[in-house]
Nanobody, 118 residues
Framework: QVQLVESGGGLVQPGGSLRLSCAAS????????MGWYRRAPGKLRELVAA???????NINDSVKGRFTISRDNAQNTVYLQMNSLKPEDTAVYYC????????????WGRGTQVTVSS
C-alpha cells in the first residue's frame, strides 16, 4: 500500500497562496492518478483535484481557476498550488493514489491543515 505524507499547510489570509506537497513512499510514475482531497469541519471529505499519468487534470468546480495540481514522477511528489484562498478553503488536506478502477490505493495520512483567516 502506498504511504503518503502531506506538507505545506498553514495559516494564510484571504487572497493568499499556499503550495502543498505530497510525498509518496513508492514510485508514482505507474500510478493511474493522484488526488488531493480535503475535509472541512463538520463536512465529508471531498476531492479537490486529481491528475492522471497523462497529465490530465480534474478540478473541483469550487476551486477551479484558483488551484492547480501537478505531479513530479521523478520526485514521487504531487503538488497543489492554491491561490486566491478563501475562508471556505479551510480544511485538512490529504492526498491519495487512485487506480484505473478509481479505487483509492493508499491509506489516509495525517493530512496538512490549511486555515484561511484574517
Amino acid at each position: 500500500q502506498v504511504q503518503l505524507v502531506e506538507s505545506g499547510g498553514g495559516l494564510v489570509q484571504p487572497g493568499g497562496s499556499l503550495r502543498l506537497s505530497c510525498a509518496a513512499s513508492t514510485s508514482i510514475s505507474s500510478i493511474y492518478a493522484m488526488g488531493w482531497y480535503r475535509r472541512a469541519p463538520g463536512k465529508l471529505r471531498e476531492l479537490v483535484a486529481a491528475i492522471n499519468n497523462a497529465g490530465i487534470t480534474n478540478i473541483n468546480d469550487s476551486v477551479k481557476g484558483r488551484f492547480t495540481i501537478s505531479r513530479d514522477n521523478a520526485q514521487n511528489t504531487v503538488y497543489l498550488q492554491m491561490n486566491s484562498l478563501k475562508p471556505e478553503d479551510t480544511a485538512v488536506y490529504y492526498c491519495n493514489a487512485i487506480d484505473s478502477d478509481l479505487n483509492l490505493m493508499g491509506s489516509w495520512g495525517r493530512g496538512t491543515q490549511v486555515t484561511v483567516s484574517s
